[in-house]
């Protein structure tokens, strides 16, 4: 977090990759640390690891019908106070917008700006980025006309992008993200 408040985002991109790894057996770490990532990596225009983020995301399965993560991203609903520069969320803003309309063909652009309408507070835009999306995904499947499982198994885990949105917007107002705790262990060895 440190380091993407200090501009790095690059770095903060592959620091959280290895916390990612360290909290393996912590779900809602995990979780917490892979939506940090998902911002992270559209700071360092990485697009499709961001994407990738959020569909590991949304192949969690969820706890008593609440999607998982619902919780935790409300932490995430202003991003701009994770920004060390506020001048870097203004210019990310302007790339996201500027590569997104460049590639209106590609269905995953609708997911990256689901996620920064959601960091910017802008839950109805975030929604329905992520409609379009789950629209988009599906006229594709039935043009391919994919009938395998794991084509359907996709489909649906993407499908739960918009009960996120909605199960998040009715927990409540937005949490302040706050750094993970230190995985380091409690003890250190000489």
């Known amino acids: 977090m440190d380091a993407f408040q200090a501009g790095r985002y690059q770095q903060a991109c592959e620091q959280l990759v290895l916390a990612d790894a360290a909290a ?4 809602s770490q995990r979780i917490y640390l892979r939506l940090w990532h998902v911002y992270a990596c559209i700071a360092a ?24 993560g619902a919780q935790t991203l409300n932490r995430f609903r202003d991003i701009r106070s994770f920004y060390g ?6 210019e990310h803003s302007r790339i996201l917008e500027r ?3 460049a ?9 990256l700006e689901a996620m920064w309408a ?21 006229r594709e499947l039935a ?24 199960e ?15 995985l380091a262990p409690d003890s250190q060895e000489p």
């Open 99 to 101: 590569f997104a309309a």
């Open 143 to 166: 043009q391919r006309q994919t009938e395998t499982s794991l084509a359907n198994q996709g489909a649906t885990s993407w499908h739960r992008l918009v009960a996120l949105f909605e």
């Open 85 to 90: 520069q506020p001048g870097d969320y203004v």
């Open 103 to 111: 590639n209106r063909e590609r269905p995953d652009m609708a997911v």
């Open 45 to 68: 225009q990485q697009y499709a690891q961001a994407v990738n983020s959020v569909s590991w995301l949304l192949q969690r399965e969820p706890d008593e019908n609440v999607p998982a």
């Open 168 to 182: 998040a917007e009715k927990i409540g107002a937005p949490t302040p993200a706050i750094p993970a705790p230190d």
């Open 118 to 138: 959601w960091g910017r507070g802008d839950t109805v835009n975030a929604k329905w980025h992520a409609r379009r999306f789950i629209e988009a995904l599906d």
């Open 24 to 27: 393996s057996s912590d779900l």
